[in-house]
């Protein structure tokens, strides 16, 4: 199952075109990441407390259709596991009738706060931290 929020185009988020500006579509991406962080029982305040932080290192973005005021969008959130320091994330913003209006790609890593490098295996650091480790693919 893949983790998924609802959002709702808001007025002030469009462009003088009258669709939703291109930066808000990472601020829906982030948002629906925290989300499922926090879902999982991996807080922001968690993180801070166990001296780590995700960073996002690339984020691609493949507008597919556009977004209007008052449209009511589903943003999901997958993560792929992979060896190394670094993971992706799967993203897409999709309309309720399912029309992907946004795919969004994301390399990410985590930061250990202190070091400031990244950690070695961070699917293993989440399984630790997570209390549902499942929503987050491990």
Known sequence: ?????????????????????????????????WELLRAAGVGQDKLLATGVGPVVLETTIKYRR???????????CEFDWQQGKTFR????????????????SVISGILDL???????????RFRTLAERPDLLGL
């Not at 808001?10 to 948002?31: I, S």
């Open 1 to 33: 199952m893949t983790f998924s929020v609802p959002a709702v185009v808001r007025g002030y988020e469009l462009d003088t075109q009258g669709h939703l500006n291109q930066a808000v579509y990472l601020q829906y991406a982030e948002h629906a990441r």
């Open 66 to 76: 556009e977004l209007r005021g008052g449209d009511e969008v589903s943003i999901t």
């Open 89 to 104: 994330i799967h993203q897409e913003i999709r309309k309720l009738d399912g029309t992907v209006a946004a795919e969004v």
């Open 114 to 124: 202190t070091a400031r490098k990244l950690v070695e295996t961070p699917g293993e």
